[in-house]
């Protein structure tokens, strides 16, 4: 029988928190002796977006807590507001507002979290891990940002930014350990041309001294299903990509745990040469397939 994924992403954290600054804003109304309605209308506001703020059905933004503040005579409270929702976005960037300003930004914030970060672990059951991706794979990933949320298309910096984040990969005080699956090297994400140029340099890559790449045959028996990929970086903090938004955790059981399932997806993936043949081996067959017979 095969039993859903459990919910280890850090989610119910972040739900719990996000109803404790609602709450939060609600007694704060009400000490000012407001009703929504009321709180509404002053600050131009429909009724609802006070019912979602407070119900934890909406994100505040900074500015929807200085405004709550002002109207409810809470300046005391704002330092404490505003670290609360800090926190929570630290946890639970929604890619609707990370990507508003543009890709580019993102990836800048990525660069300074990498100059930080001496031991990479990363696991990619999907795609092929951004650190090790060509221009044209990264283009191609990028556009989902721009299609799905409407991002400030700005795919050209943003490329050229995580090319020169891969600059980390030639020095030797990093260390980085992938491990990805078969069905990643498999995946239409891109023009077979594109994806064939994604495939040599993976292999390139895999002989850097510092890198360690792992490759998950799809005839490998699992223990733990591939449910999501992840990044751990040192032992500080797991970072995991979900269609709305980019979660960062960082309470010690969450890091044991993400590093516990890293070993089991480590355990089970081939290296050096054996990984390089099953790239190898994924590489022939779509050039073959991209290639016409007699051509």
């Not at 131009?44 to 933004?61: C, F, H, I, M, N």
């Not at 745990?257 to 990984?275: D, M």
Request: glycine fraction near 4%; aromatic fraction near 6%; charged fraction near 25%.
């Amino acid at each position: 029988m095969n039993l859903p994924p459990q919910n280890n992403s850090g989610a119910p954290n972040v739900h719990e928190a996000r109803v404790a600054l609602g709450k939060r804003l609600r007694e704060l109304r009400r000490r000012a002796g407001l009703t929504g309605m009321q709180l509404a209308e002053s600050l131009s506001w429909p009724q609802s977006k006070v019912s979602k703020l407070e119900t934890a059905r909406q994100t505040p933004s900074p500015e929807d807590i200085r405004a709550w503040i002002r109207i409810t005579d809470s300046g005391s409270q704002t330092e404490e507001l505003l670290t609360a929702l800090q926190t929570l976005e630290a946890q639970h960037a929604e890619w609707q507002r990370v990507l508003n300003p543009g890709l580019q930004p993102h990836q800048q914030k990525l660069s300074e979290l990498d100059a930080k970060t001496r031991v990479f672990r990363a696991f990619e059951a999907t795609v092929i891990p951004g650190l090790l991706q060509t221009a044209a794979y990264a283009r191609a990933r990028m556009a989902q940002g721009v299609i799905l949320y409407n991002a400030n298309n700005d795919i050209g910096e943003a490329v050229r930014a995580r090319m020169r984040r891969q600059e980390l990969l030639y020095r030797e005080d990093k260390r980085f350990h992938f491990v990805i699956t078969e069905a990643a090297l498999r995946l239409r994400l891109s023009a077979p041309n594109v994806m064939l140029a994604q495939l040599d340099r993976l292999v390139s890559l895999s002989t850097l001294p510092n890198v360690r790449l792992g490759v998950i045959s799809s005839s490998a028996q699992y223990v733990v299903g591939p449910w999501h990929g992840f990044w751990l970086r040192d032992n500080e903090r797991v970072l995991i990509e979900t269609f709305s938004a980019e979660l960062n955790l960082v309470q010690a059981p969450e890091i044991a745990l993400y590093s516990k399932i890293f070993e089991q997806f480590a355990a089970i993936a081939t290296y050096g040469r054996s990984a390089r043949e099953i790239i190898t081996c994924v590489a022939d067959e779509l050039a073959s397939e991209a290639s016409p017979e007699g051509e």
